[in-house]
């Protein structure tokens, strides 16, 4: 199936089920907490800002509890793997690029950002002849910037670049 | 016949040039996005949503943009078959019941009958659906006229707990995940007392979650990280659909109406109770098997086994609009987000919408029929060019999804911070996704959270915080029984399953 499986498992099941329950169990104990603190009685003219949320809360709590119990005592026995370390890596190398393009959108814009995410991909990824990372990358940004801008009239987060050609 | 009037009229509406030519943009739009992974129904559209703004501003505008938003809706659903048959890669979580029988057909050389059988049927079961939209939809207003806040809520709850008795996932976990959807939804300013809720001194949760990002987030980058599990490239069979297959399907397609009519019966009972189209197209694959003659031939490549879940998908996937239109329920996250359009545009929907727009109800309406014959003539005459969208190397097509998620999440707001929370989103829904954690549930509790304290806050309100008032009468009693009847049905179920085994 994909490319580095020697099915190596990255970490299993239970782990990943028991991680997301618990965060569950934080999320709702947040919520609860806000609650709290808004008040979740009755006040003179109804119900007081915390009132729904509060029990949100507690559902969301005792539902991921069980969910918890299910994880680390139902699933003791089979620990299917939940993600195997060559799709791990693949996830991760389209996920922390990601990150570092939304990271740039805010200094070089997003046409230029977005062009070098592209291009990085097809070369590092895709090994594609420069000439054509640069017409795909560019070309896609040029599209995008007729679209949005020009038909549009949407504007999208502009940087030095555009600065420099006067198209802000 | 009232609805007849009011029908023609609509066509009146919609069949204006320009009407005409954004169907063919929307359903295009459509196929497309529901052809290229990660993009599907409730992203495409949540992406293009803000594009439509601009649009609605015009007299008669709001009908052109739900027509291109709709159209784009029929278009993904229409997509989805394409890389379930050609590819075996359901491109949309309904058909992937389609490549049971889909993709053996193909691999038999017979791709252009199981398109066409794919095609024809969606186009049955959608048209079925909007027959029934036309004249029960403006019945249940009606009646949702009389609704006040106790029955708003009972309708929540029923669509709430429909989610939990329905969905084949674990109750615990679509329960939890509804719950951080109302939680997410209740984060920013109380809209009742003005107070700040779960904020905790963040500027940017000021505003709130918008479901918008979460759609963006949960089914755009989820599904591509999913997605880039199997490994980078997709292997396909040939398309070619000439007008010979076309007919030959054609003529076969009569004998299996007992098939098509079980389906759209089946399609338009989930899309209407919210189970959604996944669950119905599974449904009626299950239901075809265990009726047909020749049920133990299922999965090797029969033509029936395409019909049956196509109908279905396509019916439950249109009857979704109904609850949309009527009640302001949406019966499925797409067309949640085609809610999400009306609010941005101004627009209420609800019982009201009958009565205040009727020129936008009608003309929607009758884009449906004429947006599925436009669809199945586009689908039909285009497959070799959609199919050639998906031999795009991924490595190419991966980081421009990746940019339009990113521009779509960012125009939402004109936020950077959005987009951040969109690639948050995505990782919650690739680690849902594979733990079984529903994503319908948790978008639909975003987008009704609001709506759904308000109603209950009301009602507790006129009834001094006495839960009895969504047992007071026998509308609103039976909504609620029936509500927790369902929530109830895990345990019921497995006690009857426990009963039998003893």
Known sequence: MSEGSEGKSAFGMRTAEGVVAAVFLTLGAIVIFDSVRLGFGWKEDGPQAGYFPFYLGVIMCVSSLINLVVALVALRAKDKSFVETGQLKLVLSVLLPSAVYVGAIGWTGIYVASALFVAFFMRWLGNYAWWKVAAVSIGNSVVFFLIFEVWFKIPLPKGPLEAFLRLN | ?502
């Open chain 2, 1 to 502: 016949m009232d609805e007849i009037q009011s029908l023609i009229q609509g066509f009146g509406i919609a069949l204006t040039l320009k009407n005409v030519a954004l169907m063919f943009t929307g359903i295009i739009l459509g196929v497309i996005i529901g052809v290229l992974p990660g993009l599907g129904g409730a992203n495409g559209v949540a992406i293009l949503l803000p594009l439509t703004f601009s649009m609605s501003q015009v007299p008669g505008g709001t009908t052109s943009a739900i027509i291109l938003l709709s159209c784009i809706y029929w278009g993904a659903l229409f997509g989805g078959a394409i890389t379930s048959i050609l590819f075996n890669i359901p491109g949309e979580p309904w058909s992937v019941a389609t490549t049971f029988d889909g993709y053996p057909l193909a691999q038999k050389g017979r791709a252009g009958a199981a398109l066409t059988a794919a095609f024809t049927s969606s186009f049955v079961g959608a048209l079925v659906a909007v027959i029934v939209i036309t004249f029960l939809s403006p019945l249940v207003a009606k009646f949702a006229l009389e609704f006040g806040p106790p029955e708003f809520f009972s309708v929540y709850l029923l669509t709430f707990c429909a989610f939990v008795g329905m969905s084949k996932e674990p109750p615990f976990k679509t329960l939890a995940t509804m719950m951080l959807g109302f939680s997410l939804a209740a984060v920013g300013t109380d809209p009742v007392t003005g107070e700040l809720r779960l904020t905790f001194g963040s500027t940017h949760l000021l505003t709130g979650f918008d479901f918008l990002i979460a759609v963006i987030g949960l089914f755009g980058i989820g599904e591509i990280l999913l997605t880039l599990e199997e490994g980078l490239a997709f292997k396909g069979a040939q398309a070619k659909i000439n007008l010979k297959v076309v007919l030959e399907t054609w003529k076969e397609l009569p004998t299996y109406w007992l098939t098509s009519i079980r389906s759209s019966v089946v399609g338009c009972f989930m899309g209407i109770v919210p189970g959604g189209a996944t669950p119905a197209s599974f449904m009626s694959y299950g239901v075809a098997r265990r009726f047909s003659k020749d049920g133990d031939k299922f999965g090797t490549g029969m033509v029936e086994g395409v019909v049956a879940p196509e109908t279905a998908a396509h019916a439950a996937g249109t009857a979704a609009l109904l609850p949309m239109l009527t009640l302001g329920v949406p019966g499925s996250p797409t067309a949640a987000v085609l809610l999400g359009g009306l609010l941005i545009w101004g627009l209420q929907p609800g019982p009201l919408l009958f009565v205040e727009q009727k020129d936008f109800v009608w003309g929607l309406i009758a884009s449906m029929y004429l947006g599925n014959i436009v669809g199945l003539i586009v689908v039909l005459t285009c497959v070799p060019f959609f199919a050639a969208i998906l031999r795009v190397p991924f490595s190419v097509i991966a980081p421009i999804i990746i940019v339009i998620c990113a521009i779509g999440a960012y125009t939402v707001h004109n936020s950077i911070f959005d987009v951040w929370m969109m690639l948050v989103f995505g990782v919650v829904g690739y680690a849902f996704k594979k733990l079984q954690y529903p994503l319908a549930p948790l978008v639909l509790a975003i987008v009704l959270g609001d709506r759904a304290e308000s109603s209950f806050r009301q009602s507790m309100l006129v009834s001094q915080g006495d839960m009895t008032v969504f047992f007071s009468n026998a509308l609103v009693g039976s909504l609620t029984g029936l509500a927790l009847f369902l929530l109830a049905w895990p345990l019921i179920s497995l006690a009857i399953a426990r009963l039998r085994q003893s």
